[in-house]
């Protein structure tokens, strides 16, 4: 799993996954988002979130890279008759 999300506005789809993050002196989040690192925004959020609130805050290209980067892992399977 790539790390937590970040609110940048509270529209839909706008909540990033970080690609990098810097902590300032006041505990405000600046962030690179996976979808876009040549952009830097203050996350709204002081607190990184595991999963957003809800659903269709979380960006489209934050969520593909997540799912795209997820290391592999093999599958055990069970055969039941
Ligand atoms: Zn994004």
Redesign the pocket.
Known sequence: MIGPWFVRTVGDGDT??ARTEHWTADGRAQIR????PTTLFTALNREPVAVPYYDDHR?P??LAAAHTRAPYRPRHLALVR
Do not use: E, K, T
């Open positions: 990033h996954r988002p996976i979808c876009d960006c290209g934050c």
